[in-house]
Each structure stands twice: as C-alpha cells, then as structure tokens.
C-alpha cells in the first residue's frame, strides 16, 4: 500500500494566495513578521507589490488591513492562531467585526499540534473566540485540498472569515474528483447507524481511522467534516443524529466554545441527543512532538475509537 500523502494546511494557505493572486488582483497580503512561518511568504515573491511585512504588531496589522478592505482591496492577515485571534481579538472584534469589512484572517500554527512551542502558543480557544464575533465565518479546514479551496471560497465570500490551519503535515483525504467545497456545508464521508463522529481538522482524518477500527468491532459509524463551524451546517448534523441517535463531536480545540460546543447547541435546541465531546479537555498544552501530544490527548485514530465505544456501549 503506498504511503498517504501529508502536507501540512499552513503550506496549502501560501500556495492558495499565490494561485489566487491572478485571479484577484485586489487581493494582498499583511503579515507579522512571520512570512517564512505562515507561508505567506510565497505570496510576498510572486507578488511583492503586494505584501506588506508589519513586523510583529498584529493590532496594528489589523488595522492596516482594515483601511485596505474600505478602499476596495481583500486584504488577509497573517499569524500564529495565537496572536491572530488571541492577541488581537479587541481589534478584530471592534475594527473587523463590528464594521463588517472584507477581511481575512489567516490563523496558522493552531492547537497542540504546534508541538515543541508549548503550551503559550497551542492556540485551542481561537475557534472559540472567533464564533462570538457578529458576522465572523468560521472556517477549519482538514486537508491540502480543503484548504486551498477555503481560501479561495474565503476570498469570494463579501465579509469577515477567519480560516485556521495548522503545523504539522496532516494526511490528505479529499483528493477526489467529486469533493467540492462549500462555506456553511458539511461533507458526509462515511455512512453509519450506530453513532455519528463529527469532526474538524486534523481529527477528520483521525475520525475516518477510528470508524474502519469501530466497524471491526461491529459498530456502524457516520462520520461527517464539518469544516465550517460558523455557519454551521445544522440540517446535516440533525439528520445524522436522527438516524444514529448519538453523536460524537472530535476537534483540536478545547471542548469549550468550538465545533463541539456549536454542535451542543444547535442539537440541543433542535434535536436534543446524548453528545460526547472529544477535544482538549479545559486544559492547557505542553511541549511535545505533535505526533507525541496528539497520542496524549486522544485525538489519534486510536484515542477517537476507544472513547467512541465506550460512549457507544
């Protein structure tokens, strides 16, 4: 069997720029002294007109491109998850946000998967954050493809989007010809009747590696990618729970205010159904392989399946 491919999402989000850079001439791009990091990077060779270095002043950065977004550009700034939702949420909030401008925000070097960076920079609140924002689109993407389609998707979508992407390379799963991508719609990859395992990011693939394990031990699992977590694709979530009758959630967030929490809300005012959430759980990160924490924290194939039956039985 040949070795599935794996490229990590911040890699995809600097080569989309520079692919979407043609098709966008009002596209530019702001980073904060991180280009080499974020990818950006790319995008600042093909297009240096077009790039602006901010040096590490992401509150600045922001407001810089929210000027740019009044005069007809679509600006994206760039940075760690940690500064871009973290450090800068007073100034996404009231410069972004409340004015509702055409502003990207590229959140890279999200969750645990940061690894040795520790615990200060494992961003698992920033999905969080972003979902209180009025207007804000909220997207994670699972792969390479998912990816370069999000930003894209992002770039044609009029208002405010904030994309999150990650370290590590991560296995890519959507390289199919009948894969499309759609803000505010889930993908259904697997059908089951036992139990549905929605999930996001890294935990896609995680989650498909956990149903194959489930259905050896004869437990029929949905899974289901929601890379949009706001909005969220309710109708496909109620009808999944419907059928199963449980539901799992999994992501590289703390269980508090990300997809599991907006999962939780849209069942329980719809559909009340018995949810496990699998995420971070109300704790910080520690340094670490990504591969190492990952294992910790349950959010592997093997974590996802034995919390999956245990709920299940």
């Known amino acids: 069997m040949s070795e599935v491919k794996k490229i990590a999402t911040r890699e995809s989000y600097g080569n989309a720029l520079v692919e979407c850079g043609a098709d966008f001439p009002n596209l530019v791009v702001l980073d904060a002294d ?3 990091a974020t990818k950006t990077g790319v995008f600042q060779k093909a297009y240096p007109d077009r790039h602006i270095d901010c040096g590490i002043a992401e509150c600045n950065m922001t407001g810089i491109a929210a000027g740019l977004a009044t005069c007809g550009k679509v600006p994206f700034i760039s940075s760690f998850a940690m500064f871009a939702a973290g450090r800068n949420f007073e100034q996404v909030r009231n410069s972004i946000g409340y004015p509702h401008l055409n ?3 590229g959140g890279t070097h999200a969750g645990i998967t940061v ?5 200060t920079h494992q961003c698992n609140e920033d999905v969080a954050l972003m979902r209180t924002i009025p207007g804000m689109t909220v997207i994670v993407p699972a792969d390479d493809v998912e990816a370069k389609a999000a ?4 770039i044609e979508k009029e208002g405010p989007v904030y994309l999150r992407f990650g370290r590590a390379a991560v296995p890519v799963i959507n390289d199919r010809p009948d894969y499309k991508f759609e803000i505010g719609k889930g993908v259904l990859l697997k059908e089951g009747n036992d139990v549905t395992i929605v999930a996001s990011g890294i935990t896609v693939a995680s989650a498909l590696e956990a149903a194959e394990m489930l259905a050896a031990d004869g437990i029929s699992a949905e899974v289901i990618n929601i890379h949009t977590i706001k909005p969220l694709d309710k109708d496909l979530i109620i009808a999944s729970a419907k059928k199963t009758g449980k539901v799992v959630t999994a992501e590289e967030h703390s269980i508090i205010g990300g997809l599991g929490s907006a999962v939780c809300d849209c069942l329980s005012e719809n559909h009340p159904t018995p949810v496990m959430k699998i995420g971070m759980q ?3 990160g520690e340094s670490g392989t990504a591969a190492a924490l990952v294992e910790k924290y349950g959010l592997d194939g093997k974590g996802i399946y034995a919390k999956v039956k245990e709920f299940v039985s």
Do not use: M, T, Y
């Open 34 to 36: 991180l280009a080499g």
């Open 103 to 105: 502003v990207k925000i």
């Open 115 to 119: 690894g040795e960076d520790g615990a």
């Open 151 to 154: 930003v894209r998707a992002a």
């Open 282 to 284: 109300d704790v910080f």
